[in-house]
DNA sequence: AGGTGCGTTGCAGTATGTGCAACGTCCATT
DNA sequence: AATGGACGTTGCACATACTGCAACGCACCT
């Protein structure tokens, strides 16, 4: 709507890719130097951008301290991080909560396993939508038109064979995850690891997070990590119990 | 620089405080709440905020995103993150790695502690400056000029009885620092809790970042804490020429 | 019904952002 | 050393795109 504004937000994401000069970003933009630079400055002062010894740009430090603050004003996150520490003790693998928000879903936190394979994921990586455990119940509990619009608009990158291969089948299997009302990812993002996740609910019974547990195959198989899906199951409950008890947050006077 | 850009940007430190709609919003920009909304719209185009069932706007999933990817592409938290699982695999205790950019430090990559208690910190949180380890690091490391006009522009809270004080007080601890090429916090944060920090240079002796091991009291005493800052100025000067050797990071093609 | 608070829209005026062209500087090349 | 090119930077005139206003719609409350 602004175009001021939509030019120098799209930076950010150019920048994001690796650093670029002030010529990079002015062609990408289709702007004129002169304007380019005038945005970065305005970004800079704001501590958005960061340029650096080599006069390029790169992305800033305010932009990671503004993030760090969003993720620590969300309620169900604080709530929920007690209980996936808890669960990790029980268990030992990786735990991950996630939240879905515009087309996107992301870790919120995680608890590290206590076995010595780490897994690579990260708080605030976009999780692989199309086949995660987490990502599954939360898109399976998205209104049917807001579903399908976006299974529609979703790409399927095979990373496995058995990743999901296109809109239909995902539709399908989001259909089954909602009816059964838990999720698994066998393998479906990398060949060795695999997740069972459950659904966080609100007090309205709509899905407000997602919990999982991963481990790889060389650690346990599929069948003893299913095992584990009642613990799972019974520690999302809790921390639904607990949220819907809350009132929603608000601010600090 | 620019007007409008800069309004939109200082709608994002205000929403990190906390949810706001748009009349509060438009209030603390000090403009029509037309332009507020008109802003607000674009930064949501961008997925920087998010407009939650109340109505009221938050920070949004991409800007968490983009802070993830702008980490990710620093190569020095990449070349130390191994470094830094060794150390924490020898000592046990939380490891930390930080840098300064204009006038903020932060930490951007951490090691959780094998004991029980865990330290409050986070990947992205701003660090206290005056106080930390690292801090002292980074800041004693700059152009004299920068040094002092920046201890000038800070404040100086008194977190525990042994905080930095003031401006004199905190340049003459960067001196100390500066000369004997480490640094401690010995409870100027959290009473009970003690640091041991070692700089990271490039190439150029210059310091690109610094590292630090944190404990509790309760864990080790100070001094059996200090004994292991052999170990750690191994690791950072094993970091230090690593990063030095390598060529500074390109775009990939 | 009537009233209040909030988000939203269309519009006219002009402040504000834009592209241009020229300049300075640094680096590579001859 | 001298020349050329690439890149960031500046001042300026123009008109685009942003601003604030006022009116509207809507939901909620009394």
Not at 11 to 24: F, N, S
Not at 33 to 43: G, N, Y
Not at 110 to 130: D, N
Not at 162 to 187: H, Y
Request: aromatic share 4%; proline share 6%; charged share 25%.
């Amino acid at each position: 709507m602004s175009q001021t504004v939509d030019r120098a937000l799209s930076i950010l994401p150019l920048l994001a890719e690796g650093p670029a000069d002030l010529g990079q970003v002015a062609e990408r933009l289709g702007v004129h130097k002169s304007t380019a630079l005038r945005l970065l400055r305005t970004l800079h002062e704001h501590g958005m951008v960061y340029r650096q010894s080599d006069q390029r740009y790169r992305l800033g430090a305010r932009l990671i301290a503004l993030a760090q603050e969003a993720m620590e004003n969300l309620d169900i996150r604080e709530i929920a991080h007690p209980h996936l520490v808890r669960l990790n003790e029980q268990c030992g693998h990786t735990v991950h909560l996630a939240v879905y928000e515009e087309d996107e879903v992301l870790y919120i936190d995680k608890v590290e396993s206590r076995y010595p394979v780490r897994m690579y994921s990260r708080i605030g990586k976009p999780v692989a939508i199309t086949v995660a455990a987490v990502a599954k119940l939360l898109l399976a509990d998205l209104p049917e038109a807001e579903r399908h619009a976006l299974a529609d608009k979703l790409e399927y990158p095979l990373y496995t064979a058995r990743s999901t291969p296109n809109a239909p089948a995902f539709l399908k299997e989001l259909e089954r995850v909602s009816e059964q009302g838990w999720a698994t990812d066998l393998g479906g993002h990398e060949e060795s690891i695999n997740c069972v996740a459950a659904p966080v609910r609100g007090a309205d019974g709509r899905v407000v997070a997602a919990m999982s547990v991963s481990a790889p195959n060389v650690v346990v198989t599929a069948e003893e990590l299913l095992a584990l899906l009642p613990q799972v199951r019974r520690t999302a409950d809790a921390i639904s119990g607990e949220y819907s008890g809350r009132t929603p947050a608000k601010d600090p006077v």
